[in-house]
Every structure is written in C-alpha cells, then in structure tokens.
C-alpha cells in the first residue's frame, strides 16, 4: 500500500518548500538570522522555529514547557500565544543548533510522510489539541511552508519559487476565500463583478460575480464591464491575501479600476491568514 493519490501533490509541495529553507538559511551567519520578516514580531530565526514547532508535533513529539515573556506585543490572542511557544523557547538557539534540528525534523518528517499509509479523511493531531483530517492537515502544512519559505526569501533578500508546487496550493486556498471577501467582507451588492488580474511568476485572472441573492461564485471567465478591476503582480497579491503588507503600502503596485470605493473595502478586507 502507498501514499494515497489525493495525498501526494501536498506531500512533494511541502517537501519542495522546506528542503528550500534549509538551502536558505544553512549557510547563514549568526547575525542574519536575527533580520526582521514581515511576521509582526518575527525574525528569520523566529519564523524557521515555527516550521520546526509545528512539524514536530505533527510527529507526535510533546510541546515545550515553556513560560512567555509578558511583554510580546505581537501575541494578541489565544492562538498566538500556542505559535509563539515554539518560536520563544528556541530564541536563545545558536545558528548551528538551529539548522540542525531543522535539518533533523526534515530527515524525520520527511520519512514519516514517505511512509503514511493512512486515508486522507483520517482525523490527526492538530494544533491546539484538536484533531483534522489527514488530507486537510496536509495541505494546511504545504501552505503554511511555502508562505513562510517566501517570508525568508523577502528577509534575506533571495527571491525565488514563486511558481513552485507550493505556491500552486497556495494560490487555490486564497482564491477560495475571495467570494466571502468580496460579497460578504466588503459587502459588493447583487449583480456585482469583480475582476482579478494577477500578472508575474503566476499569472491567472478570476471573476467573483455576486448574484440577486447576494452569493458570489468565482470562474476563470472575462467579465465585460465588470464593477471592479484588481490588477496586480502575484508577489503583492499574496502579500496582501497573508496579511504581510497593508494596501497603503504597495498602492504603487495596484492598478484599479471601476468603482474606488468598493475597491477600498475588498482591499481592506483581503487578508484572510495572517
């Protein structure tokens, strides 16, 4: 018995993006790992210790015993407070102790993959003590990588992988929020149009309609005079989408069209992760 088919495409996405931050951050100095990322709070070093967190628990491996400073100012909330255990506890670890466990998770996360036999609806550890279905963990950690991976590569200034297997899961997850965006977040009104024209290393342009009832559908299909054009390049698009940067701060890489005003409100509401 091998991998389950529905398994395999998160499987090779997750392994392309990790194996991609080790070849990142392994020949760092101690001092770079220390460069801020566009996590609120985060450095380089900061960002490799949730990878490692999260995939050692989904090892099985126990969760740290570990007491946080009170004076984190990015930790707002419950869930923060569980991420940011595993990323506190290793911010007195060395760059060679930090590969190296990296580097060690991989090797093991990586073998228990090859091996899993399991059923994609399979219930699994997932964080906060809960369980998931196998399948949706999978892709859930596919997307959570290769996000972070192109964390780092803005913070060291290598960018690269724009196109990979990961960003593919990624850009189907965020393409999938954006009718709640657009209709419910942003409140576009029946018979509404909004046009995503998303140009770079993923190029692909999508169409959310918002029908009498106020449900909106997205397609690949070409709107004629559609309420709202978004024109963007795909590095700010997921930027925006993974709450990285607000649009104030890339207005010189949007390009609008239609009515400003509901613009403003999908653009205000588009991060849908953080």
Same mark, same amino acid.
């Given at each position: 018995? %091998? #991998?389950?088919?529905?398994?395999?495409?998160?499987?090779?996405?997750? !392994?392309?993006?990790?194996?991609?931050?080790?070849?990142?951050?392994?020949?760092?100095?101690? +001092?770079?790992? /220390?460069?801020?990322?566009?996590?609120?709070?985060?450095?380089?070093?900061?960002?490799?210790?949730?990878?490692?967190? &999260?995939?050692?628990?989904?090892?099985?491996?126990?969760?740290?015993?570990?007491?946080?400073?009170?004076?984190?100012?990015? #930790?707002? /909330?419950?869930?923060?407070?569980?991420?940011?255990?595993?990323?506190?506890?290793?911010?007195?670890?060395?760059? @060679?102790?930090?590969?190296?466990? &990296?580097?060690?998770?991989?090797?093991?996360?990586?073998?228990?993959?090859?091996?899993?036999?399991?059923? @994609?609806? !399979?219930?699994?550890?997932?964080?906060?003590?809960?369980?998931? $279905?196998?399948?949706?963990?999978?892709?859930?950690?596919?997307?959570?990588?290769? #996000?972070?991976?192109?964390?780092?590569?803005?913070?060291?200034? =290598?960018?690269? /992988?724009?196109?990979?297997?990961?960003?593919?899961?990624?850009?189907?997850?965020?393409?999938?929020?954006?009718?709640?965006?657009?209709?419910?977040?942003?409140?576009?009104?029946?018979?509404?149009?909004?046009?995503?024209?998303? /140009?770079?290393? &993923?190029?692909?342009?999508?169409?959310?309609?918002?029908?009498?009832? +106020? =449900?909106? %559908?997205?397609? +690949?299909? #070409?709107?004629?005079?559609? !309420?709202?054009?978004?024109?963007?390049?795909?590095?700010?698009?997921?930027?925006?989408?993974?709450?990285?940067?607000?649009?104030?701060?890339?207005?010189? =890489?949007?390009?609008?069209?239609?009515?400003?005003?509901?613009?403003?409100?999908? &653009?205000?509401?588009?991060?849908?992760? $953080?």
């Amino acid at each position: 018995m %091998t #991998v389950h088919p529905s398994l395999q495409t998160s499987i090779d996405a997750w !392994t392309h993006s990790v194996e991609a931050i080790f070849e990142l951050v392994n020949p760092l100095v101690e +001092g770079e790992w /220390n460069r801020a990322t566009e996590c609120p709070g985060w450095s380089v070093r900061d960002v490799v210790s949730h990878v490692i967190g &999260l995939e050692t628990e989904m090892l099985g491996d126990p969760r740290p015993i570990h007491s946080l400073p009170r004076d984190l100012y990015h #930790v707002t /909330n419950e869930q923060a407070r569980y991420m940011e255990v595993q990323v506190d506890v290793r911010r007195c670890h060395t760059a @060679p102790e930090m590969t190296s466990e &990296l580097d060690y998770t991989i090797i093991r996360r990586s073998r228990q993959l090859r091996n899993e036999k399991r059923q @994609p609806d !399979t219930m699994v550890r997932w964080y906060g003590g809960g369980e998931v $279905a196998l399948e949706k963990a999978l892709l859930a950690r596919a997307f959570d990588v290769w #996000v972070h991976e192109q964390d780092l590569r803005r913070a060291l200034g =290598k960018p690269g /992988n724009l196109d990979s297997p990961g960003a593919i899961i990624v850009r189907d997850r965020l393409l999938a929020a954006l009718p709640r965006v657009v209709a419910e977040d942003a409140g576009a009104g029946p018979g509404s149009a909004v046009v995503f024209d998303v /140009n770079g290393a &993923l190029e692909f342009m999508r169409t959310v309609r918002v029908n009498a009832e +106020g =449900k909106a %559908t997205i397609d +690949g299909s #070409v709107s004629l005079g559609p !309420t709202v054009t978004v024109a963007v390049d795909w590095e700010t698009y997921l930027r925006l989408a993974c709450g990285r940067v607000r649009p104030e701060a890339v207005a010189d =890489k949007l390009k609008i069209e239609g009515d400003q005003q509901l613009a403003d409100a999908i &653009l205000a509401n588009f991060a849908v992760t $953080a």
